[in-house]
């Protein structure tokens, strides 16, 4: 390992192993937040009177900032002291805890899951860099699958434990969880954990951080609010141009400064780019499925909070039991041949769930639960071994930030292209129905905005309620069906790319 200043030491740190239990229960609660909100969304849509846009906002907020400052993040911890960076990532990320559950405004629940997700792209890249630190080589790839192992369980859990808490207490509770979890990772990290920063850090490049900051920023502002606002809308339009710019100066940039926050020249190398596209393709499926699919569960199914957390648990169990199988797997067949299947497996499983309707039976959901579990275990791994394996060894932390970055940015976009076409697809379908056209203005206006909109109109009209409610439901269907043909699609196209460049055997 290095010691705080920078020093290589050759006897390993005596108290590795229970360093590494205390950097794992920041990166748990960290990887819990990003799947925890799914089952609440209802309940705030009604509590908050949020719009369908405004859902995709609060999910997607800290999802968003946490993949745009990921890169940064590893980079300050580096030369700052990881450590120290952990302990104030993990403060960061409690003070958003508390404001969003004190939050009684759409508009600040947003701000403070973006404060959140700052925290977040502290916390993780330093848990990583001080494992790698930590442990010699050896027992570094087996401590490396412990933290896999750990994020792994923080997401597969997140929706069960939102039920749970929401069926004793409001919504805000799902954020104040966090407050112990994280107090007891403070003190853990503080005694256990050494300290360790980088012997040598380039000067760190703020102006590219900044650009690729905001460039994210303006194109998934466009991409989220261009299905309610439409696309011809000037605000739409102005967001995607100046992501176009943005991010085009980001990657000239990037080009030509000595120490580039990310090395575009990576992305010439098949394996690496296709692996990237890979690895944002799983999120996407992954991230996209969970927002619409919770909603379906408790909007159309009428499940409570509890049940559709209990619904999602065949997702997480086969991600737990298939992760430690996988590598066996890749190394017997290749990873070639493994990520396509598995991309090909989750398109498969998304065209089951355009079969559901508003009386699907749990049978038809599970079906499609554990096909695209099992897509997403096969595909994740040799994907990044893709990554990793593409590049020189001691650019390895520049692949593994990159890994990390690709996944926030694949969540990211899963919960706005799926969310986004879901409810344009809703809207459409809507509109088309008698009981949406003979509401007033103002009833048509709540209930366009999203299904939670549409049941609560419902509830105050009577016979012609029930109408409108199973036209809601309906509509939400037609929606749903239209982003998960989209998303097999692109399932099925990065499976055909996966096996054309993806290596049979990774890089010795």
């Known amino acids: 390992m290095t010691d705080s200043n920078g020093k290589n030491t050759e006897q390993p740190y005596p108290g590795r192993w229970w360093a590494l239990a205390a950097i794992c229960i920041p990166l748990i609660v960290v990887s819990i937040d990003g799947t925890i909100l799914n089952v609440a969304l209802p309940t705030i849509a009604r509590d908050l009177r949020a719009t369908s846009a405004q859902l995709v906002w609060i999910n997607s907020a800290y999802i968003i900032i946490f993949g745009s400052t990921i890169l940064l993040g590893g980079s300050l911890g580096d030369k700052y002291g990881r450590k120290w960076f952990l302990e104030v990532g993990l403060l960061v990320f409690v003070c958003g805890s508390i404001w969003a559950g004190l939050s009684t405004a759409t508009y600040s629940l947003i701000s403070a899951r973006g404060f959140m997700g700052i925290g977040g792209g502290m916390i993780m890249p330093a848990t990583l860099s001080l494992i790698t630190n930590i442990f010699h080589e050896s027992e570094r790839p087996r401590a490396i699958g412990v933290w896999a192992g750990m994020a792994g369980i923080g997401v597969a859990i997140g929706p069960l434990a939102g039920g749970l808490i929401l069926t004793h207490f409001r919504w805000g509770w799902v954020f104040f969880v966090n407050i112990p979890i994280v107090a007891v990772g403070v003190v853990a990290v503080w005694l256990l954990v050494p300290n360790s920063r980088a012997a040598d850090t380039p000067p760190i490049d703020f102006i590219g951080a900044t650009l690729s900051f905001l460039g994210l920023l303006a194109f998934f502002y466009g991409l989220i609010v261009g299905p309610s606002k439409g696309w011809s809308d000037p605000s739409v339009i102005t967001g995607f141009a100046l992501a176009v710019v943005l991010l085009a100066l980001f990657v000239w940039l990037e080009l030509r400064v000595p120490n580039p926050l990310i090395e575009v020249r990576f992305f010439k190398i098949p394996a690496f780019s296709t692996g990237v596209i ?60 493994v990520v396509a299947v598995g991309l090909f497996i989750v398109g498969a499983g998304m065209l089951v769930f355009t079969q559901v309707s508003t009386a699907t039976s749990y049978p038809l959901v599970f079906a499609g639960l554990i096909l695209v579990s099992t897509g997403l275990t096969l595909s994740q791994v040799p994907s990044s071994d893709a990554i990793m394996g593409s590049i020189p060894r001691d650019r390895a932390g520049e692949g593994s930030a990159m890994n990390a970055a690709i996944r926030q940015i694949g969540s990211s976009l899963g919960i706005a292209i799926i969310g986004g076409v879901s409810q344009l697809g809703y809207c459409n379908a809507l509109a088309k129905s008698s009981a949406f056209q003979a509401l007033s203005a103002s009833s048509a206006k709540t209930a366009e905005a999203g299904i939670t909109g549409a049941l609560s109109v419902s509830q105050g009209l009577g016979a012609s309620g029930d109408a409108l409610a199973g036209a809601a439901r309906s509509a939400f269907v037609r929606g749903l069906d239209v982003s998960m043909i989209i998303t097999a699609v692109i399932a099925l196209i990065g499976a055909v790319i996966a096996y054309r460049f993806i290596p049979r055997r990774p890089a010795p």
Request: glycine letters at 8%; hydrophobic letters at 60%; aromatic letters at 12%.
């Open 278 to 337: 890979s690895i944002a393709i799983c999120f996407f499926a992954l991230f996209g499925l969970l927002y619409v699919l919770t909603l379906y569960l408790q909007s159309v199914l009428a499940y409570s909070p509890m049940k559709a957390g209990l619904a999602l648990v065949p997702f997480a169990l086969v991600l737990l039991a298939g992760s430690p199988l996988v590598p066996r797997l890749t190394a017997k067949m290749g990873g070639r041949l």
